[in-house]
């Protein structure tokens, strides 16, 4: 990359349960996954549930927060946007998600409607 650009990695709906429980219970930190997010800038990915709702709503394709957080962690990405927050959540609930996931190493953030990212 030269210098003065951005590297971003963008991870939806990928359902890294599918491919087994992986080593935290949460899905399979994948090669695909953690070569498309090495050493990122930003990382956006899909954070609809957390660990404790995943078990009963796996089956829908969605990721847990932790999950996105540890894939982050193991693939050093800089800086980690939460997106595909859980319709019923509210912003109070977010918030406290963001809170209790940052990590010295990754900047935990929350992805909101109409938000404008300078980079």
């Known amino acids: 990359m030269s210098t003065g650009q951005v590297a971003i990695a963008y991870l939806s709906d990928h359902s890294p349960i599918t491919l ?3 080593p935290d219970g949460l899905g399979e930190y994948h090669d695909a ?4 997010a090495r050493d990122v ?7 609809q549930y957390t660990a404790a709702e995943l078990p009963a709503r796996a089956a829908f394709g969605h990721s847990a927060v932790e999950y996105a957080v540890g894939l982050a962690e193991r693939s050093g990405a800089r800086r ?3 997106f595909h927050h859980d319709p019923p ?4 609930a ?14 935990v953030q929350a992805a909101a409607e109409g ?4 980079l």
């Open 33 to 36: 996954a953690l070569e498309l």
């Open 80 to 82: 980690l946007l939460l």
């Open 115 to 118: 938000m404008v990212i300078d």
């Open 41 to 47: 800038d930003m990382l956006l990915h899909d954070a």
């Open 89 to 92: 959540r509210t912003d109070d």
């Open 20 to 22: 087994g429980p992986g």
């Open 94 to 107: 977010i918030d406290e998600i963001v809170r209790s996931h940052q990590r010295p190493i990754v900047e």
